[in-house]
């Protein structure tokens, strides 16, 4: 049984570019969620979808991040133009049904921006 | 809403002595409670859930946890431990109703010493 994929495991660009990191939920999850983990602010939660619509972006940080889930076992999170404060590891998860299943994690993706 | 306190950010531990990580939390509704691990360079994996029923919870890698209500708690237990159990570990609430969003503490690092 596939867990959540992520890719790309390691980003490293400059400032002012593009980055985008996908994910591939678990088949039949219908919630998928992005985090970020930094040493200063630990994990934050940044968007979460339910069948594919976003239901709370509050976490996203600014207008330079945007996520996508253009169908059930597909999301990207897209920061246009990066930043060095934007270096982080970004998880996305999944869960299925309600808050009693729990979410599931990808291996993360280390972003470096210099 | 919802809070988890982790009591303690580092915990050192000799191999095969016992080990206790804290958790408080605090809501207004009834709460799932989670243990997630996080070993380094990987995503967060589950090691136990509390959702309804007996308060002592067993998880895996011989992990076990208890629910007090009226403590509001939810230590992680391991009667002993392994160099293999050195890890991050994270407590987590998410509300029962209305919401599948997660409530993560700081978390606690625990180093177990050869």
């Known amino acids: 049984d596939a867990g959540v994929i992520q890719s790309p495991r390691h980003e490293v660009t400059e400032m002012g570019q593009e980055v985008t990191l996908r994910c591939k939920p678990i088949?039949?999850?219908?919630?998928l969620f992005w985090y970020r983990q930094t040493m200063m602010r630990g994990l934050e939660l940044l968007i979460y979808?339910?069948?594919?619509?976003?239901?709370?972006d509050s976490g996203m940080p600014e207008d330079r991040f945007s996520a996508k889930m253009p169908n059930a076992s597909f999301s990207t999170l897209k920061i246009q133009p990066s930043e060095p404060r934007d270096s982080a590891v970004y998880f996305c998860?999944?869960?299925?049904?309600?808050?009693?299943?729990?979410?599931?994690f990808g291996d993360g993706t280390r972003l470096s921006i210099l | 809403a919802q809070s988890v306190t982790q009591l303690d950010s580092q915990v050192p531990v000799f191999e095969e002595a016992p080990v206790e990580l804290r958790c408080n939390y605090s809501?207004?509704?009834?709460?799932?409670l989670f243990w997630y691990v996080q070993y380094p360079n990987q995503g967060l994996q589950l090691l136990l859930k509390?959702?309804?029923?007996?308060?002592l919870v067993k998880g895996i890698n011989g992990f076990e946890a208890e629910f007090n209500k009226s403590q509001t708690s939810f230590h992680l237990r391991k009667p002993s431990v392994h160099i293999s159990d050195t890890a991050e570990y994270f407590c987590?609430?998410?509300?029962?109703?209305?919401?599948?969003?997660?409530?993560f503490g700081t978390g606690t690092r625990l180093k177990v010493l050869a």
């Open positions: 509390y959702l309804s029923g007996s308060t």
């Open positions: 979808f339910n069948n594919n619509v976003p239901i709370d």
């Open positions: 809501s207004s509704v009834s709460v799932y």
């Open positions: 998860a999944s869960g299925g049904g309600s808050g009693n299943q729990p979410q599931h």
């Open positions: 088949s039949g999850h219908d919630y």
């Open positions: 987590v609430v998410g509300a029962t109703s209305g919401t599948y969003k997660y409530i």
